[in-house]
Structure formats: structure tokens, C-alpha cells
């Protein structure tokens, strides 16, 4: 038995090594590695000595990296076991540091989905024909592709050093890592086809032309069965889309009700408040600092992750999956489905954009900056990344062509005439919140004081005004949504085009609770706090001169329910 065993590992163990002289010969010699690696999967036990696993350590304490070795179920949903992991395991392969594009090679010039042409359809078909015929033990194939999301954002991997799970969703780590996953994805796309220019298109659904689905995810190969009909075109996107009217009792989606021209000017007004009035600060938009040894995510996402980009997801996603409207409603079945990519790459490019309208302002924190992960590139090496390496895209070699964002110029109005409003608000009573939390099963309405007033326009440049709603308490595995209004008249007219609305507060069914104790994992922090920057809305609202304002919080979702807040206060942030 034993010698048989033996015979066995020699005889493969000398395939190995001519297979690895050939490629020595016909390719860079990392390429090797990362073949070895696969081969590793079949005889681990042998090659595990020449393992890189102890190359993966570093130095400083709040940097975060995934531990390899760590694949265990995906936390995606509660009722379900869902295992993304790769076939073999990933810290038995051999990594490259990442090495930036040839400087001289021609910018892959990402197109908007509305105004690409037969040609490059033709190529992208291709291109991801190929890619879905692949079998999963490559890792270019489009079921590995769609489980990088899988394994990252419903934590699979443990941090290093830690039985806490990585989740890069909910904080800074959000707008770098999807950049990065798209980044070999759509390298790979293009190595498939021979063709060293291919860009993915983007989804602009931030502009009226591109707030429908677009017509070619609507066809083969990119069109996706598990999505809503009828939100298919003509029907215009709703970006604050919600999840069950709370008053109801089952588990379906609230359509707005507005026209499509309303729809489409409710959309402009949401986008300038996510990237404009309620974006003026690093951490407001990029989420908050999620740090190695921290036990758990800070979990407190930046203004666009909230919404549009988890409201989109719920949008796609299909109703016939009524707790979390896989594929695109919750994080681990979400880049099964093709429209995830053009998705994605409009997150990415307002990421751009906002930081071209704030002076191109960066994170300047090494234990952001150094953070990694590791991807396959579309040579089948894989790379340590780390996010000081995707923040500038033209030396990742791409660029977005420009569109108009007429939302830049969509700041709202009130819904009343501010004198009205005065009126009606001075006359209101105090509806305290309670010292344990409170629940949000009705709409919640609240005075909150306001340490300073009247600053100049220097203090509030350099200080913004943060209407802090601390101590969100999500229970468990539920999609909760609510949004927030300063010095409202009347909730229920209350949507986002009116310049009361501060914010909204999103979170896609988290389904951890049950893996997390099963695989002994330490839990997340659960408690969340919503920042929502609120200088402009008081100017635009006359209410910088008050020593309080009212807030409402209205909920928007079932979750809700069982959802509590601490309470609510004003900060500065600079
Ligand atoms: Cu990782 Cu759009 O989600």
C-alpha cells in the first residue's frame, strides 16, 4: 500500500518536473510556480516544504491580508451552506508582487454600456463564451471569477493572524478591492481573446441614459435569468430602491410609484447628495478605517456603497428569491450574474470622479495603503496586490471615456417653503429616544442639539457637520434599510429628491450569525454607526443658525423591525 503510494507520488512528482523543465523553457520562469501550485492540489503533502505560506506575513499591526489557508463556508446566507472556496488551496501556490503594466502599452479605454458598437459587443461575447466554457479548475474561468466575490465579500477567508473573517464590504476596503477584482477580470476577458486593449464597459446609471438596464445584458451571453422582470426596459432604475414597505408581511419590494421623468430627477438628487452634500469628507465616502486586529470590520460604509450600489444590487436582483433576491440582491451570488461587472466598473469610475471633484485627496494611511490580496492574472499567476498600487488607474493602464454627470448640478429644494416648515416645527413635541435603544418599527422622529452654530465658511470647509446615528443594531441575517431627514413637515411625502433627506442606511442581508458560530469564528462587531455629512443641507434648509434640529428616521424595511438605534448626535469631522 504504502510503496504503491510511493510509485504514485515518484510518477507524478517526475511528470511534474518535465512539464515544469518544458515550461522553463517556452515561459517567464514564475509561470512555473503558479502551475506547480495546481499540481499541488493533487499531491499537497509532497511540495508543502516548498511552500511560500510564511512569504505572506507582515510587519505592521493594522494591516490587513486574507490568510489563505483560512477557505472555509461563505457566510452568504443563513439557511444555505455555500462554499466558494478554490479547488486547491491558494497558500500552497506560488505569488508574484504585483508589477505594474508596460507604461508604453495603449489605456483600455472603458466605454458607457449605452454607446458601445457591434464590434466590441461581438469581442465581449467572445471573450466571456470562452470564459463561461472553462473548466473551474482555472482560475480565469467564470465560476472562479464570480467566487472571488463570493469568498471576499461574505468572508471566507479569515484575516491573518486572526479567526476573524475579512469582509472587505462595509469600510474602506470596499472601493480598492472591487477595483482590483475587476481589473484582472477584464485583463483576463481580453487574454482569452488575444486582445491586449480589451476595457469592460460601464453601467452608467448615474445619468439619464444609462438608467435602464442595458440592452445587451438583456442577450445572450449576458443576459442573467435570476433577475426582476419587471424591472427590465423601459423601466427606469429607482437608486434608493427599498425592500419591503414596512408595514407589510412578506418579503417583497417597494416600487417607488414615480414616473419615469420623476424617477429619473429623484435619481439625479440622490446621486448629488451620495457624491456631492453628503460626500465633503474622506471617510464619509470611502467608509470608515477597517484595521488588522481590530476583531471584526469597523462596518460603517461610505456614502455611494450604501446606495447606489447596494440599492442596485436589490434592484437587478430577482423577485422570485424573495428574502435576498439572489443572484444580484446579496454579495455571494452577485458576480454570477454578467451585468455585476459593468456594474462595478461605474462604482469604480465615481470613485474617480469624487476624487477629482475633492482635489484628488487619497487615504494617506499605511495600514490602508498596505493592505493586499491576491489575484490571478490573466497569464495564471498570482498576484500580491496591495492597495497603494490601484490608486492611480492611468498607471494601471485604463481610463473611463467622460460623460456629462448632470447630477453634479441636481442640488435639491425643500419640500415646503421654509417659513411653513419653521412654523410647524416650532410647535412640535419631543419624542425622546430611549436610553436601551430603540426599536425602528415606526417612523422615529427626534430633536438633536447642535454643539456649534453659526460657523463661518472657513470652519465648516475645513469641519463638516456629521448627524451621527450611533449604535445600529441589525439583527440578524436581514436586509435592513432606512432613511434619514432633518426638519421634516410631513414623513409620509418624504423621498430622497427633497433637500431634507440627510442620508440613507443600507445593509444587504449579512447571513453570518449561524456560519460564524459554527466555524467558531470570532463575530463580527454587530453595532454600526451612519454618518451623514449635513453643512449644505443645513445652509440650503436655513437652519444653521439653530441650536437643534429635528431628525426622522423612516423605515424603509421589514429588518427594521428588529432593528434598534442607540441614539443620535452631532460631530465634526475634518
Ligand atoms: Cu462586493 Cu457590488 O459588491
Known amino acids: 500500500m504504502e510503496a504503491k503510494k510511493l510509485g504514485l507520488v515518484l510518477g507524478i512528482s517526475t511528470i511534474v518536473a518535465a512539464f515544469t523543465m ?7 520562469p514564475q509561470v512555473q ?25 507582515q510587519g505592521k499591526a493594522g494591516v490587513l491580508l486574507p490568510n489563505l489557508t483560512s477557505c472555509h463556508e461563505s457566510m452568504g446566507r443563513s439557511d444555505l451552506p455555500v462554499y ?3 479547488p486547491m488551496n491558494q497558500s500552497d501556490v506560488a505569488f508574484i508582487d504585483f508589477q505594474f503594466p508596460d507604461p508604453s502599452l495603449p489605456l483600455r479605454v472603458r466605454r458607457p454600456t449605452h454607446l458601445l458598437d457591434e464590434n466590441y459587443i461581438a469581442k465581449y461575447k467572445k471573450a ?14 467564470y465560476t472562479r471569477q464570480a467566487n472571488l466575490h463570493c469568498l471576499f465579500c461574505t468572508g471566507a477567508y479569515n484575516q491573518q493572524h486572526s479567526n476573524s473573517p475579512l469582509n472587505i464590504h462595509r469600510s474602506w476596503l470596499f472601493f480598492p478591492w472591487h477595483r482590483m477584482l475587476i481589473y484582472f477580470h477584464e485583463r483576463i476577458l481580453g487574454g482569452l481573446i488575444g486582445d491586449d486593449t480589451f476595457a469592460l ?3 452608467p446609471w448615474d445619468i439619464p441614459e444609462g438608467m435602464v438596464i442595458p440592452e445587451m445584458y438583456m442577450k445572450a451571453p449576458f443576459f442573467h435569468e435570476a433577475r426582476d422582470i419587471s424591472h427590465f426596459p423601459p423601466s427606469v432604475v429607482d437608486l434608493d430602491y427599498s425592500c419591503t414597505a414596512p408595514s407589510s408581511d412578506d418579503y417583497g419590494c417597494f416600487e417607488s410609484g414615480l414616473g419615469p421623468e420623476d424617477q429619473v430627477y429623484t435619481n439625479l438628487v440622490m446621486m448629488y447628495n451620495q457624491m456631492v452634500a453628503g460626500a465633503k469628507k474622506m471617510e464619509l465616502f470611502m467608509g470608515c478605517p477597517y484595521k488588522a486586529g481590530e ?10 456603497e450604501l446606495a447606489p450600489h447596494n440599492t442596485v444590487h436589490k434592484w437587478v436582483g430577482s423577485n422570485l428569491n424573495p428574502g435576498s433576491r439572489e443572484d444580484m440582491g446579496v454579495f455571494y451570488s452577485a458576480a454570477r450574474d454578467p451585468i455585476f461587472y459593468p456594474h462595478h466598473a461605474n462604482i469604480d469610475r465615481l470613485w474617480e470622479v469624487w476624487t477629482k471633484l475633492h482635489g484628488n ?15 490571478y492574472d490573466e497569464k495564471l499567476l498570482l498576484n500580491k496586490i496591495r492597495i497603494r498600487d490601484v490608486l492611480s488607474i492611468t498607471r494601471l493602464r485604463y481610463a473611463y471615456e467622460n460623460v456629462d454627470f448632470p447630477w453634479l448640478n441636481n442640488r435639491p429644494r425643500p419640500s415646503v417653503p421654509l417659513e411653513v416648515a419653521r412654523n410647524v416645527l416650532k410647535t412640535r413635541q419631543n419624542a425622546k429616544l430611549q436610553r436601551n435603544g430603540r426599536f425602528l418599527d415606526s417612523t422615529l422622529r427626534t430633536r438633536v442639539n447642535r454643539p456649534k452654530v453659526r460657523r463661518t465658511k472657513k470652519e465648516k470647509d475645513e469641519e463638516e ?32 429628491r427633497f433637500r431634507e433627506f440627510a442620508g440613507t442606511f443600507v445593509h444587504i442581508d449579512p447571513g453570518v450569525i449561524r456560519v460564524a458560530r459554527e466555524a467558531n469564528l470570532e463575530t463580527l462587531r454587530k453595532k454600526t454607526d451612519l454618518k451623514l455629512g449635513i453643512s449644505e443641507l443645513l445652509e440650503d434648509l436655513e437652519a444653521d443658525g439653530d441650536d437643534s434640529i429635528w431628525v426622522t428616521l423612516v423605515p424603509r424595511s421589514k429588518g427594521c423591525f428588529n432593528a434598534t438605534v442607540d441614539g443620535l448626535r452631532i460631530e465634526y469631522i475634518r
Open 22 to 28: 518544458v515550461l522553463h523553457l517556452l515561459e517567464a
Open 33 to 57: 510556480h503558479a502551475l506547480l501550485g495546481e499540481f499541488n492540489f493533487i499531491i499537497p503533502a509532497m511540495l508543502k516544504g516548498a511552500s511560500s505560506s510564511g512569504k505572506y506575513q
Open 84 to 86: 466558494c472556496c478554490p
Open 128 to 141: 466571456i463564451t470562452i470564459m463561461k466554457s472553462l473548466p473551474d479548475t482555472d482560475p480565469r474561468s
Open 201 to 203: 464597459p460601464f453601467w
Open 295 to 304: 476583531g471584526g470590520s469597523c462596518n460603517g460604509p461610505g456614502t455611494l
Open 361 to 375: 485627496k487619497v487615504i494617506t494611511d499605511p495600514d490602508w495603503l498596505d493592505s493586499s490580496f491576491f489575484f
Open 465 to 496: 457637520e456629521i448627524l451621527v446615528v450611533h449604535g445600529i443594531d441589525v439583527p440578524e441575517e436581514r436586509y435592513v434599510k432606512f432613511d434619514v431627514y432633518v426638519n421634516v413637515v410631513n414623513e409620509t411625502l418624504m423621498n430622497p
